[in-house]
């Protein structure tokens, strides 16, 4: 027998299956191995440490009401992202109602580097977000995913839920602009 109901009952589909059986004890353990990941991920996308943890409360919320149906079709932890993707996308829709303003770009950590590497880190850092926020929303999304997060296009594709050929042409064409961005800042241009 192959997939899920091989894997051991301490993994990822196993705790999910003794979730959706109502094991508080198992949502405790899943919630110890994700919520580090899920927090980082969302306070890069919010910017604040309280919404993070806001989001990784309604995540866990949700893991726990649809645990039984997690299909093993992907990673858990893509799964977790996934679900991570859609309350992050839902609270910026609530913020965008109460006020019409985009959200702080990211800054770049430069804590324990010298000063000479600090500030041509803080240099292009701020190219490439420059580069980044000139993306369109589709484009980001994909590259965030990809290099902040480590995911591959299919698990890409599925926290997106959107078809993997997408994933790759949005990569592609995000790709294109980023190389035409920067050529033009580092004045590198053909």
Do not use: N
Not at 20 to 33: H, K, N, P, Q, W
Not at 34 to 56: I, M, N, T
Not at 139 to 158: C, K, M, N, S, T
């Amino acid at each position: 027998m192959t997939g899920p109901d091989r894997e051991q009952p301490d993994s990822d589909a196993g705790l999910l299956r003794r979730i959706a059986a109502g094991s508080t004890a198992a949502l405790g353990e899943f919630y110890d191995r994700h919520q580090a990941r899920v927090h980082a991920f969302a306070l890069r996308r919010l910017g604040e440490p309280a919404d993070a943890a806001d989001v990784v409360h309604e995540v866990m919320m949700q893991v726990w009401r649809s645990a039984g149906r997690f299909q093993g079709r992907s990673r858990a932890s893509t799964w977790v992202l996934g679900i991570a993707h859609h309350k992050i996308l839902d609270r910026h829709r609530r913020q965008a109602a109460r006020r019409d303003q985009a959200l702080d770009p990211e800054t770049p950590d430069t804590e324990g580097a010298g000063p000479a590497a600090a500030l041509a880190g803080a240099r292009d850092a701020r190219q490439v977000r420059h580069c980044l926020e000139q993306l369109p929303g589709d484009h980001r999304q994909v590259v965030h995913l990809a290099f902040y997060e480590g995911l591959a296009q299919a698990d890409i594709a599925r926290v997106l839920d959107c078809p993997e050929g997408t994933v790759k042409s949005r990569m592609y064409h995000a790709r294109q602009r980023l190389r035409r961005c920067l050529a033009v800042l580092t004045g590198s241009e053909p």
